[in-house]
């Protein structure tokens, strides 16, 4: 199995490929954590790093999808996200709704078992992938932000046993991933979740010629849903996007009118917080939750 360990710190069409992948082959990306691994102990803050462009969020890869052109899907399956033995959590002065005067903290979270222990509490991981796409077509997109390319979801239904689904934008999707986090809650109040190097295993495969505006993710099992991730500096324009998306994917699938479908939605698709940690300037990202209709599938291959 191929292991890729270059990393980069944007979004670009013009990354260089670290390696080229068949459809239906299985790759390791090994991570670092968003701080680049430079939080080394409780001593160090967010205040003694620079944050930046060059420095934050790396992703591993980009890795060119054989085959994949503009207009398929790139289908991202996630066998198995194994993190590292130690994570961290930090506060800075601007993050998140209780930023006001909040001192910069680091926290280390030890993982053992499956359950992190914070002071004295113990919890179930959920390691989860918060940064995830494929070049854009146009301007860089910095591995911080979020768009329609994927980028900083931090959706933490992207975990072990998903499936997700990315627009191609630019010959061989380019994909990159990184910012695991062992556990995070939706909206990632303080900016933070638990910051952890991971391996991730995924394989990549394409849907051919199908439209897709935003990323989709589908989960399995009996409560299996299928949502449309979408983001925007505010909340109106995030949630008109991801709605949009969804109607347009579950006519397709099921032949209803908008009115109908936009009915259906209401009661049955439920409106999720990925990141929220405002008034930071991260854009925020949220999703849209549709149950699976065993008749319709509004993804088939
Ligand atoms: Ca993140
Ligand atoms: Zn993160």
Known sequence: MQVITEQVYAFSKDNQPVYTAQPGEVLMFKTLDCFSNRLTSEEVTMADLSYGYNDANPAAGPVFVEGAVPDDVLVV???????????????????????????????????????????????????MIGVIGCAPSGPDVIDGYVGSHGGNMDCKLITKGTRLYLPVRVEGALLQMGDVHAAMGDGELCGTGIEIPAEITVRVSLLKNFELHWPVLETFGPAGKWYVNASAQEYNEAVMCAAKEMQRLLMNATGWSAADTYMYMSIQSDVEISQGCKPCEVQLSLRIGTPKLPEFSPLVG
């Open 77 to 127: 399956d996630i066998f198995d996200i194994d993190v590292a033995p130690v994570g961290t959590v930090a506060t800075d002065d601007h993050c998140g709704p209780l930023f006001e005067g909040m001192p910069y903290q680091t926290k280390k979270v030890a993982i053992e078992g499956g359950m992190a222990t914070f002071n004295n509490v113990r919890f179930p991981i959920n390691p």
